[in-house]
């Protein structure tokens, strides 16, 4: 297997910055939006994303997890998956909703993910920001809203997102290819 380096610790950081600063500018004060990182690896992703605007706004933003595995069109399909924990401790009826997660590729979780946060209700928007987009492996129309970093991908390929918040060294993006 070879593993490509595609973000590193500093670079990342700066990343995540600018994710944040698109972010404010289209939601401003936030007063009306919540943050929702996918589970299992967007939740990483997600908090520190919370973490850097309400550090910069010094506004409270609503964040929850959310685990959309029951509600993929490949569920049955697929091996035995474990399933993970949904903390959404609130209500999205008309709020602006910002869904987070670490990689983007067919999009099947993502709209697995717009199917599971009709238990929270019906929100104003929803719009998608994720690390990296796997661009050319889409299988369903979902585009994201902010994008950390584009990535040309083989199917035969992976990206492997490494969080310190898992017991890794550092924070790392790989290419990994068989």
Known sequence: MQHKLILSSPLLGITISRLCQELIENHQDFENSVIIGLQPRGIFFAERIHQELESITGVKIPIGYLDATFYRDDYRRRELVKANATKVPFIIENKQVILVDDVLATGRM?????????????????????????????????????????????????????????????????????
């Open 110 to 178: 993502v709209r697995a993910a717009l199917d599971a946060m009709t238990a929270f209700g019906r929100p104003s928007k929803v719009e998608l920001c994720v690390l990296i987009d796997r661009i050319y492996n889409r299988d369903l129309p979902i585009n994201p809203d902010y994008v950390g970093k584009k990535v040309n991908t083989l199917a035969t390929e992976k990206v492997l997102v490494e969080w310190k918040e898992q017991g890794h060294e550092a924070d790392n993006i790989w290419l990994i290819t068989k």
